[in-house]
DNA sequence: CCTAGACCCTGTACGC
DNA sequence: TGCGTACAGGGTCTAG
């Protein structure tokens, strides 16, 4: 389920929990997840936690002897707990961190992914991605000049990873209401104005989200099994039949690309 | 090259 | 209650 504001707020709960701790060792109940957990992870002992990062939904644990990452996919969670806490049957992996703290690893779906690189370059989850929409790299003229030549939807070009990273489903429903742009107009027809309209509306959307916290639609838990608060402030994803806010009119619902999408074709142009 | 659609997998909600 | 269907936050692969 996460988007980049779930996976930024994960980051931010765990970080300093587990920055210089070691991992003792670790348990796989499963492997099979989006790619095979590697071979490697099975066989971590006392490996010591340089950093934790995050590279678009990716979150990255450096390590003296390579790096591991952890993609949440669609229903993935990370639980730092009590290491005798009960297993579900969808907790796939444990980091024994101490004797009594465990990272788990849930994920019904296993959509996601845990692999151990010895170097980040020349790994191709990493190489192709696009920007950070929450780096510098983010402005209207690289949004303007991206869009010139893309023949899809604006909703498709703002969930392209290969453009700006981390950008999902809920949150490009919510930006493209907030910067009051119709999902299903061609991207092409982006004016450098609403580039830079739209710029600020995906800053705002998603500082606001991560400051709160996150989205709970479902079963997105941040790190302390805490709910995030942003789904409180969702305008329009899963608001179909109800009142826009801003002008009352009833919200409607396509797909594009087979996502759900969400609008209000008065408030957006 | 590019884009749309199928697919990976399990859980839940809803209609009959 | 039970069964079938549609849908759910992501990303990759392939056919056209």
Same mark, same amino acid.
């Given at each position: 389920?996460?988007?980049?504001?779930?996976?930024?707020?994960? $980051?931010?709960?765990?970080?300093?929990?587990?920055?210089?701790?070691?991992?003792?060792?670790?348990?796989?109940?499963?492997?099979?997840?989006?790619?095979?957990?590697?071979?490697?992870?099975?066989?971590?002992?006392?490996?010591?936690?340089? @950093?934790?990062? /995050?590279? &678009?939904?990716?979150?990255?644990?450096?390590?003296?002897?390579?790096?591991?990452?952890?993609?949440?996919?669609?229903?993935?969670?990370?639980?730092?707990?009590?290491?005798?806490?009960?297993?579900?049957?969808?907790?796939?992996?444990?980091?024994?961190? @101490?004797?009594?703290?465990? $990272? /788990?690893?849930?994920?019904?779906?296993?959509?996601?992914?845990?692999?151990?690189?010895?170097?980040?370059?020349? +790994?191709? $989850?990493?190489?192709? +991605?696009?920007?950070?929409?929450?780096?510098? @790299?983010?402005?209207?003229?690289?949004?303007?000049?991206?869009?010139?030549?893309?023949?899809? !939807?604006?909703?498709? =070009?703002?969930?392209?990873?290969?453009?700006?990273?981390?950008?999902?489903?809920?949150?490009?429903?919510?930006?493209?209401?907030? &910067?009051?742009?119709?999902?299903?107009?061609?991207?092409?027809?982006?004016?450098?104005?609403?580039?830079?309209?739209? *710029? &600020?509306?995906?800053?705002?959307?998603?500082?606001?989200?991560?400051?709160?916290?996150?989205?709970?639609?479902?079963?997105?838990?941040?790190?302390?099994?805490? !709910?995030?608060?942003?789904?409180?402030?969702?305008?329009?994803?899963?608001?179909?039949?109800?009142?826009?806010?801003?002008?009352?009119? =009833?919200?409607?619902?396509?797909?594009?690309? @087979?996502?759900? *999408?969400?609008?209000?074709?008065?408030?957006?142009?």
């Amino acid at each position: 389920m996460p988007e980049l504001p779930e996976i930024e707020v994960i $980051l931010r709960n765990i970080k300093y929990s587990l920055i210089r701790k070691k991992i003792l060792y670790t348990i796989v109940r499963c492997k099979k997840l989006r790619y095979p957990v590697s071979h490697k992870i099975y066989e971590i002992k006392n490996e010591k936690i340089l @950093n934790v990062k /995050r590279r &678009a939904k990716y979150l990255i644990f450096v390590f003296c002897s390579g790096y591991m990452l952890i993609h949440l996919g669609m229903s993935g969670s990370l639980h730092l707990i009590k290491i005798n806490k009960k297993i579900d049957k969808h907790d796939h992996i444990d980091f024994i961190i @101490n004797n009594n703290k465990v $990272l /788990r690893y849930r994920d019904p779906r296993r959509f996601g992914l845990c692999i151990w690189t010895k170097k980040l370059k020349n +790994l191709n $989850l990493l190489n192709n +991605l696009g920007i950070e929409p929450l780096s510098s @790299n983010l402005t209207q003229d690289f949004l303007f000049e991206k869009s010139r030549y893309k023949k899809t !939807k604006i909703k498709n =070009f703002l969930m392209d990873n290969k453009i700006i990273t981390g950008i999902g489903n809920i949150y490009s429903n919510e930006i493209l209401f907030d &910067a009051k742009i119709l999902p299903y107009r061609m991207t092409m027809s982006l004016t450098l104005l609403e580039c830079k309209i739209l *710029t &600020a509306s995906i800053t705002n959307i998603l500082c606001e989200s991560i400051k709160l916290g996150g989205t709970t639609i479902k079963d997105f838990v941040n790190i302390d099994n805490k !709910k995030g608060n942003f789904y409180k402030k969702l305008k329009i994803y899963k608001k179909y039949g109800k009142e826009c806010y801003i002008c009352s009119n =009833f919200i409607k619902k396509t797909f594009i690309n @087979n996502r759900s *999408t969400y609008f209000c074709d008065f408030c957006q142009k």
